[in-house]
């Protein structure tokens, strides 16, 4: 079993590994729309959040050398399933078909406060 803790997402002092590899697959940890650099989440609409949470998933599977052709798996948590389209809207720009196989859930609240978060099986 391998762990990664990337250096391009934002430094979390929270105890998780952005990435875990074992048996020919990778599973992430929940990503958020949140600025690499200062941890922020991004503001406004929910499709700007969903869109760097989709570059910051992307950002991790590159450093394995994967792209987002390789996800097997995803689900998606929204704060609030009003946004279901929204985030369908933007999914649909970073994923190609045939798509992963996805769940989406309406949940309570997320980190940071964040409206999305979303984490992923890769085939490594």
Do not use: W
């Amino acid at each position: 079993m391998r762990h990664h803790f990337s250096r391009k997402l934002f430094a979390s002092s929270s105890p998780f590994s952005h990435l875990v590899m074992e048996g020919g697959f990778g599973f992430t940890a929940g990503i958020i729309g949140q600025d690499p650099v200062t941890g922020h989440v991004m503001g406004g609409a929910v499709g700007a959040q969903c869109e760097q949470m989709l570059r910051n998933l992307k950002t991790l599977l590159a450093e394995h050398g994967r792209g987002l052709g390789n996800v097997v798996r995803t689900t998606v948590y929204l704060t609030d399933y009003a946004d279901f389209e929204a985030i369908n809207e933007v999914y649909a720009r970073f994923f190609d078909a045939p798509f992963p196989a996805r769940t989406t859930l309406q949940v309570a609240g997320l980190p940071l406060g964040a409206r999305v978060q979303i984490d992923a099986v890769v085939a490594m």
